[in-house]
């Protein structure tokens, strides 16, 4: 391990892979005998940043004058969503019920979204990391010679309690999230402030769960949104101001990370989320996500990216980071060959008959 936020780990077998997962697990542990909640994202090269694709690669300032809260971002996210629901609806089996459902098929398929994938599978992460060692025909020779791959494990749980206690504690974003409230009383805004200022102070007491524990502070967005939606306005303002207190904390999180509005770096954290399966894809790789807010595209984070430095990465986040691991596979030809040997392959992740074809076909590390 170093001295950095987030705890590093180096790994030379795919045996100490499974202990290090393990020593996770007993340190961080709920209770005796109840492992914590661990996601893991595997990636080629240990420089990559835990940054979803339409952040990392479209670097669009925001709008000047009059615009300047409108994140250039949001359009290009739009354009994207509109044609791919054009040219691909007929493909969908299951019919998403919400924008961000179909940004996760549109992640599946190389589409680039503001949500970043997690896996709920340890063991699918690793053949993620290994992929250019098992697939030849997607993977050149001088990718395999730079590989230096690694697996990001996250504790989502503690992850969102900070980000929970982030988005509560800052009183002006909660009042702009109340004052979006269309039909609200001047009574009825005072009911539902009242309510998130309890939840202010009481967050960590309200979110425990006696039982199902590794359910705590992962949520669904979509159905979260999907609800609200389909209220009118009387009903949104009375389960807001006199509902369950948990729906002053869900129409928060719709409030934040289902709109276009940019936020500051040190206001809002990513959001670990569970999305329904859409496709044998996404339920193959035990599919979880990290979905990021539209952050304000300042000078100061322009300058940060053009010295390589990138304090919008979740590994970066001094207010999470800590709950945040890295795994360096140290020795990776001889961990695929581990791993094949122990019956993975990249048909674990995508299921389609071409790939299973190939894992027939090819029984052999690439070097």
Not at 24 to 43: A, D, F, H, Y
Not at 61 to 84: C, I, P, T, W
Not at 90 to 116: A, Y
Not at 299 to 313: E, K, M, V
Request: charged share 25%; net charge negative; glycine share 4%.
């Amino acid at each position: 391990m170093n001295d950095m936020a987030f705890t590093e780990y180096r790994v030379y077998s795919f045996h100490e892979y499974i202990r290090c997962i393990t020593q996770i697990g007993e340190q961080n542990k709920i209770e005796e005998r109840t492992p914590p909640v661990l996601w893991s994202r595997g990636q080629m090269k240990v420089n990559w940043n835990l940054r979803p694709t339409l952040i990392r690669d479209v670097l669009l300032g925001q709008l000047k004058d009059n615009f300047a809260n409108s994140s250039k971002r949001a359009v290009e996210e739009e354009m994207r969503k509109q044609h791919y629901i054009a040219k691909n609806y007929h493909f969908i089996s299951k019919e998403p019920k919400s924008d961000l459902e179909w940004m996760e098929i549109m992640q599946h398929h190389g589409v680039k979204t503001r949500i970043l994938d997690w896996s709920e599978s340890m063991l699918h992460s690793l053949v993620f990391a290994l992929e250019c060692f098992f697939n030849k025909r997607e993977y050149r020779i001088n990718e395999r010679l730079e590989a230096s791959p690694c697996v990001w494990v996250l504790q989502p749980t503690e992850w969102n309690m900070e980000a929970l206690k982030l988005l509560l504690q800052n009183r002006q974003l909660t009042d702009a999230c109340i004052d979006s409230i269309v039909g609200a009383s001047a009574s009825d805004r005072s009911l539902i402030k009242d309510r998130i200022e309890y939840l202010q102070t009481e967050i960590e007491d309200y979110m425990k769960m006696s039982s199902a524990r590794h359910l705590k502070n992962i949520f669904n967005l979509s159905s979260i949104t999907g609800e609200f939606q389909s209220m009118d306005r009387q009903d949104l303002v009375f389960c807001l101001s006199k509902g369950e207190l948990y729906k002053c904390l869900f129409f928060l999180l719709m409030f934040v990370y289902m709109n276009t509005r940019p936020f500051s770096l040190k206001e809002v954290l990513p959001l670990s989320i569970v999305e329904s399966y859409h496709s044998a894809r996404i339920q193959a790789q035990k599919g979880a996500f990290a979905i990021f807010p539209y952050y304000e595209e300042d000078s100061a984070l322009a300058g940060a990216h053009n010295l390589g430095l990138y304090p919008d990465s979740m590994e970066n986040m001094n207010a999470g980071n800590r709950w945040l691991h890295k795994i360096l596979l140290c020795d990776p030809d001889k961990i695929a060959f581990e791993v094949m040997n122990a019956g993975l392959n990249v048909s674990w992740l995508y299921p389609e008959m071409p790939v299973v074809a190939n894992a027939i076909e090819t029984r052999r590390i690439i070097v």
